[in-house]
Nanobody, 126 residues
Framework: QLQLVESGGGLVQPGGSLRLSCAASGFTLNSYTIGWFRQAPGKEREGVSCISSRGSSTNYADSVKGRFAISRDSAKRTVYLQMNSLKPEDTAVYYC???????????????????WGQGTQVTVSS
């Protein structure tokens, strides 16, 4: 079965850090451009970050620039989202999504992704 699996979510205090992981089951992520999205209760899903299949292009939502960093490890076939200086407004379910091929991430929130993960909860609270 082809699927994406996110992990690394949890409860963290404001100012803390978490690292989310996105791995594939049944296929390799190396040929896919990956997007991270989040959805808070009562809000629409929003794009957070993106990394191209080659890792050469990235993009971030303005709300997370300078705090979040996306990366990929081809050997481990995993994409990471390092989240630092977390704020209560970062609380949401975080999803990764994969689209086959190289995309420059300039409009990653509009891509028609091939796969979506089930999501991992991130809660930032004291």
């Amino acid at each position: 079965q082809l699927q994406l699996v996110e992990s690394g979510g949890g409860l963290v205090q404001p100012g803390g850090s978490l690292r989310l992981s996105c791995a594939a089951s049944g296929f390799t992520l190396n040929s896919y451009t990956i997007g991270w999205f989040r959805q808070a209760p009562g809000k629409e899903r929003e794009g957070v970050s993106c990394i191209s299949s080659r890792g050469s292009s990235t993009n971030y939502a303005d709300s997370v620039k300078g705090r979040f960093a996306i990366s990929r490890d081809s050997a481990k076939r995993t994409v990471y989202l390092q989240m630092n200086s977390l704020k209560p407004e970062d609380t949401a379910v975080y999803y990764c999504a994969a689209i086959l091929g190289y995309y420059d991430c300039s409009r990653y929130h509009l891509y028609q992704y091939d796969f979506w993960g089930q999501g991992t909860q991130v809660t930032v609270s004291s």
